[in-house]
């Protein structure tokens, strides 16, 4: 089974459709780096432990300010770590995308493995 995500770009009158098959954007250093930075960790913990969130809603929980949740967030999306699981009126709800963690699973397992077998040389 193949792991796909779609990203649509564009408006309704026209929208260009990017397929990212198996999450090969991801990579080592992504994997790695996701959680070294506390807001990322902290809203993609908060994602896994509740459900989906506003950006509201996770201001209302976790100690940062909207602004930068919003800018983490955007950045989370980029990556295609969490996506939008809902719009209600003009606001939206996200939560963890876990293909694309199961993506970057599997690249720090290798990079592990990668790890110990030279220990064994």
Same mark, same amino acid.
């Given at each position: ?54 950006? *509201?809603?996770?201001?209302? !929980? ?5 602004? %930068? #949740?919003?800018?983490?967030?955007? +950045? ?25 963690? *199961?993506?970057?699973?599997? !690249? ?5 493995? %990668? #790890?110990?077998?030279?220990?064994? +040389?």
């Amino acid at each position: 089974m193949t792991n796909q995500s779609t990203l649509i770009i564009g408006d309704k009158s026209s929208t260009t459709t990017v397929v990212f098959s198996n999450y090969k954007h991801v990579t080592e250093e992504m994997a790695i780096n996701m959680f070294s930075i506390p807001i990322q960790r902290d809203i993609i913990h908060t994602l896994l432990a509740e459900g989906e969130k506003s950006i *509201k809603q996770l201001a209302a !929980i976790l100690p940062y300010d909207q602004g %930068n #949740i919003y800018r983490f967030v955007k +950045k989370l999306r980029d990556e295609l770590a969490i996506r939008i699981s809902r719009k209600d009126g003009r606001e939206y709800f996200y939560d963890v995308n876990y293909a694309f963690f *199961k993506a970057a699973k599997s !690249i720090v397992v290798e990079v592990f493995d %990668n #790890i110990i077998e030279n220990e064994d +040389k």
